[in-house]
C-alpha cells in the first residue's frame, strides 16, 4: 500500500494505492494526523487504485470523518470501485461521508459546503 497526500483548492487529498487493511493502519493514521497537524481538515481519500478496505479500513474512515465534524467539515471518498463502494455502502457510511466519481467532484462538493 502507498499512500500521498497534496493539496488541492484547499483540500488535503489522500491517493491511495494498494488495500486499505488492518496491516497499512499505522501509515494511513500517520498520514491523517500529520495532515490535521497542519491544520488540515477538508478530506478527500482517492481510492481509485484500492482494491479492498477491510474493518480496520472503515474504522480508519469513521476516525477521519470524526475529525473532519469536529471542526466543522466532512470527508469525501472518490473513485471507490464497486466492490469498495458497497463494504462503505454496506457499513452505511454513506450516512456520514460523501461518495464522489472522482476527485475533482469530491473537492467541488466540499468546497461548495
Do not use: C, W
Not at 476516525?63 to 472518490?78: D, F, L, P
Amino acid at each position: 500500500m502507498e499512500i500521498t497526500s497534496s493539496l488541492r483548492d484547499g483540500v488535503v487529498v489522500f491517493s491511495i494505492v494498494g488495500d486499505v487493511s488492518i496491516f497499512y493502519k499505522d501509515a494511513i493514521d500517520a498520514a491523517l494526523t500529520e495532515e490535521v497537524d497542519k491544520g488540515g481538515y477538508l478530506f478527500v481519500f482517492d481510492f481509485n487504485q484500492v482494491s479492498y478496505i477491510d474493518s480496520v479500513g472503515i474504522s480508519f474512515l469513521i476516525q477521519a470523518g470524526n475529525t473532519a465534524y469536529e471542526h466543522g467539515k466532512r470527508i469525501m471518498v472518490a473513485g471507490a470501485n464497486p466492490k469498495v463502494r458497497y463494504v462503505i455502502e454496506l457499513a452505511k457510511l454513506d450516512r456520514i461521508i460523501g461518495l464522489a466519481d472522482s476527485v475533482e467532484m469530491a473537492i467541488a462538493e466540499l468546497r461548495q459546503a
